[in-house]
């Protein structure tokens, strides 16, 4: 099993439709947790921590559910510019330098 | 405010030459670490440094040379590039274990 998995896509969705992405990790210790958005193999951009408590950000909300070891995002009211890869980010123990990527999650929003 | 910068951008080279790739962030973040992207993989983990004169291995080092004299500089060195070495790399810094990256813009290798 791999350490990070995600749905590959594309998610295909037309402009203002609510879209929702999961990413499972394997190792219940995981400490820290990141959504990264990245266009045509541009570098990744930090889009949100993701904490225990859920966080939201304008038109992108992320949650954490420890217990079934995954994480979200959701995106309402979707833009042609979201159009991207979401990449899954988690360092598995505290204080580590190893970050596991996993590889990313196509959106193209439609006009 | 550069942020962190990536020298060259886009290279390509022979195999069996040395390359050196150039990263420079102006945070002084304390870690620094290197990526290559290939399709089909996520971002694997070349080498990180925890600080000036720290680096250590990470999930692909073989055939890479890293060193850090200063906190602002974390070059990477293909000592004789192969082939297998085209890639897409990307320098990122953070401020400490575990948090937010910064990722530089990227340099593209080709090895011919």
């Known amino acids: 099993r791999k350490e990070v998995e995600q749905d590959p896509g594309p998610f295909n969705v037309p402009e203002g439709a609510t879209v929702a992405f999961n990413c499972t990790y394997s190792?219940?210790?995981?400490?820290?947790f990141f959504w990264y958005r990245q266009d045509c193999r541009k570098e990744p951009k930090l889009l949100m921590s993701?904490?225990?408590s859920g966080n939201e950000d304008g038109r992108f909300t992320a949650q954490l559910n420890r217990a079934s070891q995954y994480i979200s995002l959701l995106i309402r009211d979707s833009k042609l510019s979201d159009s991207a890869t979401y990449l899954c980010v988690v360092t598995p123990t505290p204080g580590t330098y190893k970050y596991i990527f996993g590889t990313g999650t196509r959106l193209k929003v439609l006009a | 405010d550069a942020g962190i910068t990536q020298s060259p951008r886009y290279k390509i080279t022979e195999t069996g030459r040395q390359v050196t790739l150039m990263c420079h962030q102006t945070?002084?973040?304390?870690?620094m670490f290197w990526y290559r992207q290939d399709l089909g993989h996520g971002l694997r983990l070349i080498y990180y440094?925890?600080?000036?004169?720290?680096?250590d291995k990470g999930e692909v080092p073989d055939g890479y040379v890293v060193s850090r004299s200063k906190t602002e500089n974390f070059p990477l060195t293909l000592e004789s590039a192969t082939r297998s070495q085209t890639s897409v790399y990307f320098c990122a810094s953070s401020a400490g274990a575990g948090g937010e990256q910064y990722f530089g813009p990227g340099t593209r290798l080709t090895v011919t």
């Open positions: 440094s925890a600080a000036a004169d720290i680096t």
């Open positions: 190792n219940s210790a995981s400490q820290s």
């Open positions: 993701v904490y225990s």
């Open positions: 945070w002084s973040h304390s870690y």
